[in-house]
């Protein structure tokens, strides 16, 4: 891998790349330290230490995650990429509903330049709610509980809608250079944006459970982060390979087909998607309770001792299932049997010992759920490693493990898809000075 950069830095054309992209990443970090207009610097420097000094975990971690810690100082790029993350999904879940979507995905360059017009503006729809619901949760003080301090000083209505604009406007900026980083950069420009903001955490974290718990703790934590890079790198890329063989055929003149390839199922063909999804719905219970303000009812107590408390076995159980659960119900339609069937036959591709047609679909179905069930099991140990840790890292759960759960699998996952294009363009290269 190393060898892989430094190939490219030697290379002028990725090396403009490389250059081309860590300026994004320094301009997307730079924002996410700018505070937003009308907010009180000092009240959230003073609500951050007495919530790292607390034990309760927030329900806005997962975006405080995904934003590089930008959510919770109220900074313009406090919203990240969630929003442009969950508006991809519903596009996607979407194609398989309405059959216009479906028809689009199938339209091949131009309709996929429609379904990406789609998502940027329902990005932008829900960059606007969710930043609305976010500054009326921080005057509210719902948004660091326990904090007495005026995190937005100003209760006019001149200030809440220039913050609104503000936000929707970083989030809009962020999609922007996403779009930049993918087109004259090097890998998928989002994947790496968000890299950036898992990764900048991690300093910070690591320095805490130095200071709190100690070099021996702090040893043991590396040793088994390396562990478990390690076994998530395998995992990530394991994959059933399906021989296909093609017919020869005759077009004119010519003859096409005859060769043998393969299809490559991954074990974990779902990504980080279910993990995802089953913490945005783990953490709803935790938002209801916040918003109800009863803090003696049955109903709560039950949530805050079984449901959100994250040592519990009852939440770790829940989680799992629903990580198991979701890793199905979205690989069933990313993954259509029935249609790769199809084009196998269409174009006279047949896996061997199977007929083309339903008896080949039938087959890709019966594998599908065969891998699914180990990586969906992969997804869930994972994603539940900082629930163990948490006794062991830090006093108390507002801190996350920093190399477990979703940090790491989306980490691992964009670093091997970068390191993949930037071989792929070496290779390419390498070949155009041999041809010639």
């Not at 930008?70 to 313009?76: E, F, G, H, K, T």
């Not at 519903?90 to 131009?110: A, M, N, T, W, Y």
């Not at 996350?400 to 091997?416: D, Y």
Request: hydrophobic fraction near 45%.
């Amino acid at each position: 891998m190393l060898q892989a950069f430094a190939a490219a830095f030697r290379t002028p054309d990725l090396r403009r790349k490389l250059l081309f992209s860590l300026a994004i990443i320094a301009v997307y970090r730079l924002g996410a330290a700018v505070p937003g207009p009308g907010v009180s610097v000092e009240a959230i420097n003073s609500c951050l230490e007495q919530a790292q000094a607390g034990s309760q975990r927030d329900v806005y971690s997962l975006v405080n995650l995904f934003s590089g810690g930008a959510l919770l100082r109220l900074s313009i790029f406090a919203l990240g990429i969630m929003p442009y993350i969950t508006a991809s999904i519903i596009v996607q879940l979407l194609v398989v509903v309405i059959p216009r979507f479906e028809q689009l995905k199938k339209e091949g360059q131009s309709g996929q330049q429609k379904l990406t017009q789609y998502t940027r503006y329902l990005t932008i729809a829900l960059a606007v709610l969710q930043s609305t619901g976010i500054i009326a949760l921080a005057r509210s003080g719902q948004l660091f509980p326990g904090c007495q301090q005026e995190i937005i000083p100003s209760e006019s209505i001149w200030t809440t809608v220039v913050l609104v604009i503000a936000l929707t406007a970083g989030t809009a900026v962020i999609m922007w250079l996403g779009e930049l980083l993918t087109e004259k950069g090097i890998g998928n420009g989002m994947s790496v944006l968000i890299f950036t903001s898992i990764a900048a955490r991690i300093p910070a974290e690591g320095g805490s459970i130095l200071q709190t718990r100690g070099g021996v703790v702090f040893a043991v934590v590396c040793a088994f982060a390396l562990l478990i890079i390690g076994a998530v790198v395998y995992v990530e890329q394991a994959q059933r390979r399906i021989p296909v063989q093609y017919a020869k055929r005759m077009v004119g003149r010519r003859m096409y087909g005859g060769t043998s390839t393969y299809l490559p199922l991954k074990v974990n063909q779902a990504g980080v998607i279910p993990v995802i999804f089953a913490s945005s719905l783990l953490y709803l219970p935790q938002l209801i309770t916040q918003l109800q303000g009863d803090e003696t009812g049955p109903v709560r107590q039950f949530f805050e001792n079984y449901v959100i408390d994250q040592s519990n076995a009852v939440h770790v159980a829940l989680y799992f299932g629903l990580i198991v659960f979701f890793t199905y119900f979205y690989v069933s339609i990313t993954f259509n049997p029935e249609e790769r069937a199809d084009d196998m036959k269409r174009y006279g591709g047949f896996i061997p010992g199977i007929r083309p047609g339903r008896p080949t679909a039938e087959y890709l179905q019966y594998v599908l759920s065969r891998i699914t069930l180990p990586g969906s099991i992969y997804l869930g140990i994972v994603a539940v490693l900082p629930n163990f840790f948490l006794s062991i890292t830090q006093q108390g759960a507002n801190q996350n493990f920093p190399f477990g759960g979703t940090a790491v699998l989306i980490m691992v996952g964009v670093g091997l898809e970068t390191v993949k294009q930037i071989e792929t363009q070496l290779n390419q290269r390498n070949y155009e000075g041999f041809l010639k």
